[in-house]
């Protein structure tokens, strides 16, 4: 049977954490949505992951910083970005006025 769904419902209104909702889980892969709004990654903290992640912000809008690279990433409805394994990255922002809305497909 055929498993339906929307990425655009079900989003609380700002909710104090952000929102790690699984789609898929697979041998090598994993797909999530994630939902923020108006929020970052602490202060002094850096995402290091074991597996790829290719991101794409369907709705709203944020901004990663990534280690070794000067120049964050503004990511709008439609962009997207693929993360390597063990790229040190965080959410500097996150639009705090309506939610963003990921897709997260974490792959080995």
């Not at 992951?49 to 369907?58: F, P, R, Y």
């Amino acid at each position: 049977m055929a498993v339906t769904g929307n990425l655009c419902t079900d989003v609380s209104p700002k909710a104090a954490d952000e929102q790690f909702t699984d789609l898929l889980r697979a041998a090598a892969v994993r797909i999530e949505r994630i939902v923020s709004r108006g929020h970052a990654s602490p202060p002094g903290f850096w995402c290091d992951q074991d597996q790829a992640e290719w991101v794409l912000v369907v709705e709203g809008a944020a901004i990663l910083a990534f280690e070794h690279d000067p120049e964050p990433v503004r990511l709008e409805a439609g962009d997207y970005v693929l993360i390597p394994a063990h790229a040190r990255h965080r959410v500097e922002w996150s639009d705090p006025d309506r939610p963003t809305i990921w897709l997260a497909v974490h792959h080995g």
